[in-house]
């Protein structure tokens, strides 16, 4: 009784908005059918009986006996013949084919944005002329008032687009996996329920664990759906990031299963989704001028030419596919330039202190932050010794998120502080080529440098200038992704420079080289 007073209230109302002509196409025959259920107003029609199929084999029909009002559109029979669907098709047909809301098209002056039951929004418009659509196909009549809603009958199946998140899913399994591996869960204080105490004062808590996804949280919650909310991002298919991977394998003659999965996880993927993921629905021409603000504002640089101009919608989103997908050779060929005056901070006025990340042994030296001209960086580390120390000191720091590889290692020093050193890459020592005749060796002296005996890799001279000189080492046991150790062991005095023990060093880099 309440659901009949509350149709004929609305009936009311629609036919003093609604001009004589649109009540008789949409409400025809509505006494009649106020005591009808929308199925069994569909099971009328022998054309619908493929979908109610379908709405029944998914048990859509007992969703209707919760006196909920809902609204259906129906593809009839040829429609729905011309589909070749899996079951997980057809139950995604069937959820966005119907809304648990009464929608009256004629209402709606342009367009309206309806959420259907899978979650996902659909567009109805009004093209004009007394004709709507539903997602572009023609809606081409509607039902009487059911007691629990109407149908509409449309020309073809309307299927859901995938969102960002299902297309990322169908098209590329690494970058998929690397979503879902962000996903995290946490304390969820406000739907937690405080319930005591620990003897140390922290509240324990009656606890509620909230799963978010990082990713999500960072960029874009491309697993959802919004009715307004929009992201664009720039894809590549899977088969273009094996292609991309295999490269770097034939490049650097590493084994495919040597290119770290940490590296591609950490570094890599980072690095991609930070010159991919933008807000809003951007149309083509947003990426010819050659950069673009990213979803955090920051300004990228994009290549309109590696774009294909076609884009694929989704549901929350836009995908613009990558015509060639390539990675950085900046990402993998590392150049790590560690100025020295970094390992120091200040303390006060000319007081400085080690850094927590360098390991010293020996004896404790105050480091110095000297201003030098000629220094690429402007200052230089000093280590003053003193005269004829021969004591034990060394020095240790870090290249970080090195790729494995060979490298040139570059050392470049001020000889004002010498002394006779050894030095070492992730723990193994690595002889210097004296230019003398003898070949190279296990310890070097800082003093040779102004003579310029102390060899090259490349074979390139380092001329004595400004009381600064280079030389290179060849580093080849880099075999594993991660920080690479760099560390300065001290043995003796210079026997000929004893009264200026100690280092003063510019900068020491790792740099990708390929004998």
Known sequence: M????????????????????????????????????????????????????????????????????????????????????????????????????????????????????SGKFATIQNTGNGIYTLDGVAILNGSPLANNGRYYEIAAPVQPKPN??????????????????????????????PIGYTQDGLTIYDSVMTKINIFEELYFPVSKEFRDRKATMLLF??????????????????????????????????????????????????????????????????EPA???????????????????????????????????????????????????????????????????????????????????FKGSFSLAYKHKNIFPATYKLTLRANVSKTGIYKLFVNGKLYPVDIKDGKGPRNEFDFFDLRSGVIGSVTNKFYPFKDNFCSFEIYVDNLTEFGDVEVKLVYVNPSPKNLNNCGLNIDFISLEFYKK
């Not at 034939?250 to 991919?276: A, C, D, F, T």
């Not at 629905?281 to 947003?286: R, T």
């Open 164 to 193: 960002l998140f299902e297309y990322i899913a169908a098209t590329n399994e690494f970058y998929n996996n690397f979503i879902k591996s962000l996903d995290s869960i946490y304390l969820d204080k406000e739907l937690s329920t």
């Open 237 to 302: 298919s899977q088969a273009q990031y094996e292609q991309a991977i295999n490269n770097i394998s034939i490049e650097l003659g590493l084994p495919l299963e040597r290119i770290p999965k940490y590296w591609q996880n950490n570094v890599l993927m980072p690095y991609l989704i930070h010159q991919s993921v933008f807000r809003n629905s951007l149309q083509y021409s947003s990426f010819l001028v050659g950069k673009a603000k990213n979803i955090v504002g920051d300004s990228v640089i994009v």
């Open 306 to 388: 590696n774009i294909a101009a076609n884009y694929v919608e989704c549901s929350n989103g836009r995908v613009y596919n990558l015509i060639n997908f390539k990675i950085p050779e900046s990402l993998y060929k590392v150049n790590s330039v560690i100025p020295m005056n970094s390992l120091i901070y200040s303390k006060g006025t000319n007081l400085w202190g080690w850094n927590q990340d360098v390991i010293l042994t020996g004896q404790a030296f105050n480091p110095v932050k000297s201003d030098n001209p000629s220094s690429q960086f402007k200052s230089t580390l000093l280590v003053d010794m003193g005269k004829s």
């Open 2 to 117: 309440i659901n009949k007073i509350s149709i004929f209230i609305l009936l009311s109302i629609l036919f003093i908005a609604c001009n004589q002509d649109i009540n008789e196409f949409y409400y025809k025959d509505t006494e009649a059918s106020v005591d009808t259920d929308i199925l069994s107003l569909l099971k009328q029609n022998d054309d619908y009986s493929q979908f109610v199929a379908l709405l029944e084999k998914y048990q859509v029909d007992t969703l209707l006996n919760k006196g909920k009002i809902y609204t259906f559109f129906v593809p009839d029979n040829s429609a729905m013949g011309a589909l070749k669907l899996d079951s997980l098709g057809e139950k995604q047909l069937v959820e966005y084919l119907m809304s648990e809301s009464f929608v009256s098209i004629n209402q709606i002056p342009d367009f309206k944005q309806i959420q259907t039951q």
